[in-house]
């Protein structure tokens, strides 16, 4: 258990999962039928109600062995077809039926399915104007899971450095040795290993160097958004 990440977890990261599967459904069931219809920025194809059918479906999927190596927009996107009109409430109790079959399946597999579920409750909090569970145990697994993917995307260009108030991470070596520096909040770092800040948000951020070479290594889960994010 535990593939794919890094650093050492104090806690269960399937019982973190667990924790952000009960926090998403108590969220979703919060909101109205209008916030469930709202566009999320950070997938602006999906409605509230449509993202929260993809994490799901992706549990699923997963759960049964349906999974492609490049999780392909056709796939993301059958999960949502399939549960086209289904309610909120009954969203909900299809993922709370899935827990113990995928719970199961991360103790053999290691919990991959954490990533795409921290990542998108912030999704869904930033859509919905519900901020929240921004200094979790399980953003910060995910984030330096994250950073780690970077750092081997960044490859043979010199060090890069992301500097907040806590974190204080470079690709190799020490911060003084990186020719590149940005500098900003803890999350606002963490959202950036997840891909939700654009290339002008990044730039400003930049104390030292030019952020333009490393782009490409921060867009590792497909291309940087063009527009900001509100995420207050």
């Known amino acids: 258990m535990g593939e794919g990440y890094v650093g050492t977890m104090s ?4 019982a973190l ?6 926090r998403v459904c108590d969220l979703a069931l919060s909101l109205s039928d209008q916030e469930a219809q709202r566009y999320v920025p950070a997938c602006p194809d999906w409605t509230v109600r449509d993202l929260l059918a993809h ?6 999927d997963t759960a049964d062995g349906n999974e492609p190596d490049d999780h392909d927009e056709a796939w993301t996107q059958a999960q949502v077809d ?3 009109g289904v309610p909120l409430a009954a969203l909900v109790e299809e ?6 079959r995928l719970s199961a399946y991360m103790t053999e597999h290691g919990p991959r399915p954490l990533n ?21 145990t399980e953003l910060a697994i995910v984030r ?16 890069i450095a992301l500097c907040g108030t806590e974190l204080e991470w470079v690709s190799r070596g020490s911060v003084e040795d990186a020719e590149t520096v940005l500098e900003a909040s803890d999350f606002d770092l963490a959202r950036a290993a997840m891909c939700r800040r654009t290339p002008a948000e990044l730039r400003e951020w930049t104390v030292r160097g030019d952020v ?21």
């Open 11 to 14: 806690q269960d990261p399937i």
């Open 212 to 232: 333009e070479a490393y782009l490409d290594a921060l867009a590792h889960l497909g291309p940087l958004p063009e527009a900001r994010l509100v995420e207050p």
């Open 82 to 84: 399939r549960r086209a």
């Open 95 to 100: 993922w709370q039926a899935l827990v113990p």
């Open 116 to 136: 795409d579920a921290v990542i998108h409750e912030q999704d869904l909090r930033g859509a919905v104007d519900r901020p929240g569970a921004r200094e979790t």
């Open 17 to 22: 999962w667990r924790g952000v599967v009960v």
């Open 144 to 159: 330096d899971t994250l950073l780690e993917r970077i750092a081997g995307r960044v490859g043979d260009l010199p060090p």
């Open 55 to 60: 994490m799901i479906g992706l549990g699923a």
